[in-house]
């Protein structure tokens, strides 16, 4: 059993330091390769693309109001929860308009006021919105998201894995003493067994 544990314990500290590297990576890749943009303001695609990927993450399940969402990036190791508006809400005029404006500031009051980092630590809530091309604005829904950062993780992976190794390995090197029945020799008697005398 302990075995096991320590097994799970190394494969999900491999995992989180995988997930780090890639994102380490990423970022030094985008150092090296800047976004590009054209003089009205859109990112040129460049034909290189890099080996890896860096940004990771899974959504499940695909349908339905709440959403659990997994992922890795520079913020480190995210949880989010998606609550999603069914059906989503239309906004009230057009992009350029001053109610949908006004209906956009609200929604970037309330991320601000919701978002904080401590000690590597970011939280946080985020409003989806979604529009294509020149068709009304809709509000999809609320991320609600906790970032704990890589290093973190992987050091609460290893620790109980270190542990119980060097555990097992104090107790491999002080084993425990000997209370085998041996014969003591009384006087006068004969023997009768009883602990070995130290």
């Not at 995992?15 to 990423?26: P, Q, Y």
């Not at 404006?101 to 009051?109: G, K, S, V, Y």
């Not at 020149?134 to 290893?158: E, Q, S, T």
Request: net charge positive; proline share 10%; glycine share 6%.
């Amino acid at each position: 059993m302990k075995r096991a544990f320590i097994i799970f314990s190394l494969a999900l500290a491999t995992v989180f330091t995988f997930l780090w590297a890639m994102v380490l990576l990423g970022e030094l890749y985008q150092a090296r390769h800047p976004l590009r943009f054209t003089p009205e303001g859109f990112p040129i695609t460049s034909s290189e693309h890099p080996f890896f990927r860096h940004y990771y993450s899974i959504e499940l399940p695909k349908h339905g109001r709440i959403h659990l969402l997994l992922a890795s990036d520079m913020r480190g190791f995210v949880f989010d929860v998606f609550l999603a508006q069914i059906p989503p809400e239309k906004a009230p005029g057009p992009t350029s308009s001053a109610a949908t404006q006004q209906w956009l500031n609200r929604n970037a009051e309330r991320m601000a006021a919701a978002y904080s980092r401590h000690f590597g630590f970011e939280k946080g809530v985020v409003e989806r919105h979604g529009q294509y091309l020149n068709n009304p604005m809709y509000f999809y829904g609320i991320d609600y998201y906790v970032a704990v950062p890589h290093l973190l993780l992987i050091f609460l992976c290893l620790f109980p894995a270190l542990w119980l190794m060097i555990h097992r390995r104090s107790d491999k090197s002080n084993p425990p003493p000997n209370t085998a029945l041996e014969p003591i020799p009384i006087k006068g008697i004969g023997t009768c067994s009883g602990p070995t005398a130290p």
